[in-house]
């Protein structure tokens, strides 16, 4: 039985959204590249970076998840988590300095 967190799509199917919303082969070729990277798998939150760097804004990223099948509430999960990621991505590099008592 599959991992009920575990969303399969083929490289086909995405290749094609990916069409339909206007992502340019360059971009898919790297969201593929990365992708392969990991042997085809990769996290959510991740899937969601590539994608908006490939240019997809939320409303395509969320399109694309209904489209495997994800519902709602868990989209606004992963959405909320990857918003989540960034902030403490910009966060860590904007303060790197620690207070130590002595």
């Known amino acids: 039985m599959p991992n009920p967190s575990t969303f399969t799509i083929s490289r086909i ?3 094609k959204i990916f069409s339909a919303y ?3 082969e360059r971009k898919m070729d790297e969201i593929f590249s990365s992708m392969e990277k990991s042997h085809r798998h990769v996290n ?3 899937f969601v970076g590539l994608m908006e760097k490939a ?3 939320r409303d395509r990223v969320i399109n694309i998840f209904r489209r495997m099948n994800m519902n709602d509430i868990l989209i606004e999960e992963v959405l909320n988590m990857a918003d989540e990621s960034r902030i403490n991505a910009e966060t860590g590099r904007l ?3 620690s207070i130590e008592l002595g």
């Open 13 to 15: 199917e995405l290749r």
């Open 22 to 24: 206007g992502v340019a």
């Open 44 to 46: 959510i939150v991740q």
């Open 55 to 57: 240019g997809l804004n």
């Open 95 to 97: 303060y790197k300095a």
